[in-house]
């Protein structure tokens, strides 16, 4: 029952869309808008008594309030989420993550420099005494 009252919302509601943009854009402009790109020659021919204007405010009034009982329709009518059950108790999470997931945290040790033998470390200047 709820699923086809839900498909009715929708349906309702993008109906109700489209009807709400063609009233708004079918509105007298202040000076040559929107309204004028899109129906301005219907519009200045119904709002020369001023009637058209008000049945069209009329419509667009009426239509905005179906919209919206489509939009309280819809939310009323939508799958409510899962509740978890909180009723028994969990295990605690553990603050500490198994050692093989541990990065490694010791610091790494420079090689040591090599020794120079005594042939190396004499200028080449100088020469061994005999």
Known sequence: ??????????????????LLILSILLHKG??????????????????????GQRNLN????????????????????MEKPAVADTSRPTAPIS??????????????QAPAPAQKTPSQSAPASQKPAK
Request: net charge negative.
């Open 30 to 51: 202040q000076g040559g808008g929107m309204s004028d790109m899109f129906g301005g020659g219907l519009t200045s021919a119904m709002s020369s008594s001023g009637v």
């Open 1 to 18: 029952m709820l699923f086809a009252l839900n498909v009715v919302a929708q349906v309702l509601l993008f109906l109700c869309s489209l």
């Open 58 to 77: 009329i419509a667009t009034v009426v239509v905005t309030l179906v919209w919206l009982f489509a939009i309280v329709l819809f939310a009323f009518t």
């Open 95 to 108: 603050s500490q993550a198994p050692a093989s997931t541990q990065p490694n945290l010791a610091p790494t």
